[in-house]
């Protein structure tokens, strides 16, 4: 059997595809499809979550053991029929460190291979995906620390050396016991 898993972007625009995959196939190989079927680049750290009916975590896959002891569990042992029981059934995807990609993963229909069909494919694809990961917040993240840095930091330097100063300040007159400790050796004798 065929499993036919819709993906969509985490975007305020509609982003997603339909890709085909085998049952029998791992979450590996769906991770490929999905970085053919999105264009994405690299070999960037990516992690599946499988979630419940409710939408909560029941538990993360990730690409590469990163346990202590080397036996936890990555893409390449868990089959789609594992993650997906049922149509409807919803797992979240995630790819990259820096820019983090988000994914909802849901397997949408249940069909019959074709003969000679390489899979996973992407059978449909809808919207264009944007160069850079969008950001949660809708805007660009660079622009909004750039005012915040240009408005609540303008007088930094003068405002630490005024700290500085006031702190570190010499007086003549005040003597705070500094090297008072010194002792020359040839002197005590």
Same mark, same amino acid.
Request: aromatic fraction near 16%; glycine fraction near 6%; proline fraction near 4%.
């Given at each position: 059997m065929v499993y036919k898993i819709r993906v969509i972007l985490d975007s305020k625009d509609s982003i997603f595809r339909d890709i085909e995959i085998k049952e029998k196939q791992t979450l590996w190989n769906l991770h490929l499809g999905i970085k053919s079927a999105f264009s994405l680049q690299g070999d960037d750290l990516s992690m599946f979550t499988l979630l419940d009916e409710e939408g909560i975590e029941v538990k993360s896959v990730p690409l590469e053991d990163m346990s202590d002891d080397g036996d936890g569990e990555i893409m390449s042992d868990v089959y789609l029929m594992e993650a997906f029981q049922k149509v409807g059934d919803k797992i979240q995807?995630?790819?990259?460190? &820096?820019?983090?990609?988000?994914? =909802?993963? #849901?397997?949408?229909? &249940? &069909?019959? /291979?074709? +003969?000679?069909?390489?899979?996973?494919?992407?059978? =449909?694809?809808?919207?264009?995906?944007?160069?850079? %990961? +969008?950001?949660?917040?809708?805007?660009?993240?660079? %622009? %909004?620390?750039? $005012?915040? &840095? !240009?408005?609540? =930091? $303008?007088?930094?330097?003068?405002?630490?050396?005024?700290?500085?100063?006031? /702190?570190?300040?010499?007086?003549? /007159?005040?003597?705070? @016991?500094? @090297? !008072?400790? =010194?002792?020359? /050796? #040839?002197? #005590?004798?």
């Open positions: 995807f995630q790819y990259g460190l &820096i820019e983090l990609w988000e994914f =909802f993963c #849901e397997l949408v229909e &249940i &069909i019959d /291979e074709k +003969p000679a069909v390489n899979y996973p494919i992407t059978v =449909f694809r809808f919207g264009n995906v944007p160069l850079k %990961a +969008p950001s949660k917040s809708g805007g660009s993240s660079k %622009a %909004a620390s750039a $005012v915040f &840095i !240009d408005d609540d =930091f $303008v007088n930094l330097d003068s405002d630490f050396k005024d700290d500085f100063d006031d /702190e570190f300040a010499t007086d003549d /007159e005040e003597d705070d @016991g500094y @090297g !008072d400790d =010194f002792v020359d /050796e #040839e002197d #005590e004798d």
